[in-house]
């Protein structure tokens, strides 16, 4: 079943005058951010830190609303990216107030777990609990909510990998996928979801469906650690609109 924006969008494409435009919000982290590559910062002093490469007009949210307005050329549709690289899910239920619904969303995407997923098991009721209190806070403002699973973490460190920190954060990412600590987290969410009543877009279970038909997941990662490719955002996107329209 469509989901009731598509309603919205369709009205205020037929009549442009007399109905209100159609917001859409993103609350997430740096893949929501629209962040890609993470390159080892080089100074006169050698390797300090890292560089992240910013294309909010490559994200998914980006590519939602180009999507949505092929589909209704004459809607004012507003994108409200609040994400935030390095965010996690308390920390968007923290911020979300300031952030997000003084812009009074029609229709908010919530996608958290990368960076969650990093407190181990221990921190998954947290995950969870924060989801589900983000979720019932957009409710209660009058925003419907799909929640979308992020992309799995790398598989392996990768062979481009360049720079010892960044490889060795890989390696620990590594050890989380393989260990299945970061399906556990994906498990949470999905019973998020469900408990709130609100759409799952699944975006997880496609990547592992890829990776379980031989498909290097690690390669689609533009830092070879937990940012999906630019052309793998559209994958993301499409899914979203998939989920709008209930197909």
């Known amino acids: 079943m469509a989901m009731h924006i598509t309603e919205k969008l369709a009205q205020k494409n037929r009549d442009a005058f007399s109905a209100a435009p159609v917001t859409v919000g993103f609350l997430g982290d740096s893949v929501t951010n629209g962040c ?15 560089d992240v490469v910013f294309e909010p007009e490559n994200s998914y949210a980006a590519h939602v609303r180009r999507i949505l307005s092929l589909f209704y050329p004459k809607a004012q549709i507003n994108i409200i990216n609040a994400g935030i690289s390095g965010d996690s899910a ?11 619904l003084p812009f009074h969303p029609d229709l908010t995407v919530v996608c958290y777990g990368l960076n969650d997923s990093g407190a181990g098991d221990d921190g998954i009721a947290r995950y969870h609990d924060a989801l589900v209190s983000i979720v019932r806070r957009l409710q209660e403002a009058g925003s419907e909510v799909i929640l979308m699973t992020p992309q799995p973490i790398c598989a392996r460190v990768h062979t481009q990998l360049r720079g010892e920190g960044l490889r060795a954060m890989a390696g620990h990412l590594a050890e989380r996928f393989a260990a299945g600590g ?6 949470a969410a999905r019973a998020a979801a469900a408990e709130t009543g609100v759409p799952l877009c699944d ?6 469906t890829l990776f379980d038909c031989g498909v290097d997941i690690t390669d689609l990662m533009s830092n070879y650690l937990n940012h ?19 197909m």
């Open 228 to 246: 999906p490719t630019r052309e793998l955002h559209h994958l993301f996107a499409y899914s979203l609109v998939h989920t709008m329209f209930g």
């Open 90 to 100: 308390p920390g968007g239920l923290a911020r979300m107030d300031r952030d997000l």
């Open 36 to 50: 890609f590559e993470v390159l080892p910062a080089m100074t006169e002093h050698g390797e300090q830190g890292f």
């Open 182 to 187: 970061f399906d556990r987290y994906m498990q």
């Open 203 to 208: 975006v997880y279970a496609k990547w592992m």
